[in-house]
């Protein structure tokens, strides 16, 4: 922060060159050479590309069944095969709610992972957050 000492007597029209210049950059103003090319110009021997960046390709499974809102269609059962065969860490339970746990899959469904007990794993509610920041 700029601290502006006040004289006693300090009218507006003196405030205002004040006020006024503290607006400006400190970049812009200490800068005395002209701007060097942008990035993106052409170099001496060598054309300048006209949109032809290579697009990376999507990791959308296309050959997955999709629900309504475009999400990979789960099977509720493989679900509840893999809580029967593997109990809730928190619980020891093989039914009802797991408290701090989701069921996780190895290989995302949208790489191509299968919706199967094989491909799932328990995943505490922190460690989920995380991995979906990721994929």
């Not at 502006?4 to 950059?25: D, E, G, Q």
């Not at 789960?74 to 109990?87: E, I, K, L, Y």
Request: a positive charge; glycine letters at 8%.
């Amino acid at each position: 922060m700029r601290r502006i000492l006040v004289a006693p007597l300090l009218t507006a029209s003196a405030i205002a060159p004040i006020a006024a210049s503290s607006n400006r950059s400190s970049r812009s103003a200490a800068r005395s050479e002209p701007r060097s090319a942008p990035r993106n110009a052409a170099r001496p021997g060598q054309p300048r590309s006209a949109g032809t960046h290579a697009r990376s390709k999507s990791s959308r499974c296309e050959t997955c069944v999709r629900d309504a809102n475009g999400r990979v269609k789960r099977d509720p059962a493989a679900r509840r095969a893999f809580v029967r065969s593997h109990p809730c860490p928190a619980t020891g339970k093989t039914t009802g709610a797991c408290p701090g746990y989701v069921v996780d899959h190895v290989i995302p469904l949208k790489g191509g992972g299968a919706d199967a007990p094989e491909n799932m794993q328990w995943q505490t509610v922190a460690e989920a957050r995380a991995k979906d920041g990721i994929e």
